[in-house]
């Protein structure tokens, strides 16, 4: 109860598990960003790249599940460039 859930099975979103609670996916976010060792002007730059130029606070949160998949893609591409 109170606990906002995120349906990502949006076809907007990303394929990740059905209805995550908001405060779960917003801590992957962050768990993701300090693996990247990303700085702000890193993640707002992310951000614009793959939201039409909006800020993390112009982002719905249905559309959180989609940001933690592409930052979860970079992790990995990170991960296996080096």
Do not use: C, M
């Not at 907007?12 to 060792?37: A, F, K, M």
């Not at 592409?70 to 591409?77: E, F, G, I, N």
């Amino acid at each position: 109860p109170g606990s906002k859930k995120i349906p990502a099975n949006n076809p907007n979103t990303s394929p990740l598990p059905d209805d995550w609670p908001l405060p779960e996916v917003l801590g992957h976010i962050q768990t993701t960003i300090r693996q990247l060792g990303w700085d702000f002007q890193q993640v707002q730059g992310f951000i614009r790249d793959r939201f039409q130029g909006r800020q993390r606070r112009d982002l719905k949160d249905a559309e959180l599940p989609t940001l933690l998949y592409y930052l979860k893609v970079a992790a990995t591409q990170a991960a296996t460039t080096g």
